[in-house]
Nanobody, 123 residues
Framework: QVQLVESGGGLVPPGGSLRLSCVAS????????MGWFRQAPGKEREFVAV????????YYSDSAKGRFTISRDNAKNTVYLEMNSLKPEDTAVYFC????????????????WGQGTQVTVSS
């Protein structure tokens, strides 16, 4: 079992930045590719980014590419999502999760999930 706890969400104006963190316990995070998803009210959970076990590769959704950066610190059992140039359409609950492979893009390819952290982009 892996327990994941996200933090770092909040209210930010358009164009602002946030850094989300996801801390794991129970098993070493180094054993898993890790991903971030988001879910806006009334919408399906949407892939944002994924990073390989050793951070050797990462992939992004089209909406995240160029604005978001996923990273990890296995020594701290933590994964991060740096979000810049935020837009109102980025408003959602953001979740981290353990992936089966670094090519995982849909929720069913992920096993353990955190509770999520709310990000609201509004002036």
């Amino acid at each position: 079992q892996v327990q994941l706890v996200e933090s770092g969400g909040g209210l930010v104006p358009p164009g602002g930045s946030l850094r989300l963190s996801c801390v794991a316990s129970g098993r070493p995070l180094s054993g898993y590719p890790m991903g971030w998803f988001r879910q806006a009210p009334g919408k399906e959970r949407e892939f944002v980014a994924v990073i390989a076990r050793g951070a050797t590769s990462s992939y992004y959704s089209d909406s995240a590419k160029g604005r978001f950066t996923i990273s990890r610190d296995n020594a701290k059992n933590t994964v991060y999502l740096e979000m810049n140039s935020l837009k109102p359409e980025d408003t959602a609950v953001y979740f981290c999760a353990t992936a089966r492979t670094v090519m995982a893009r849909i929720p069913s390819d992920y096993t353990y999930w955190g509770q999520g952290t709310q990000v609201t982009v509004s002036s």
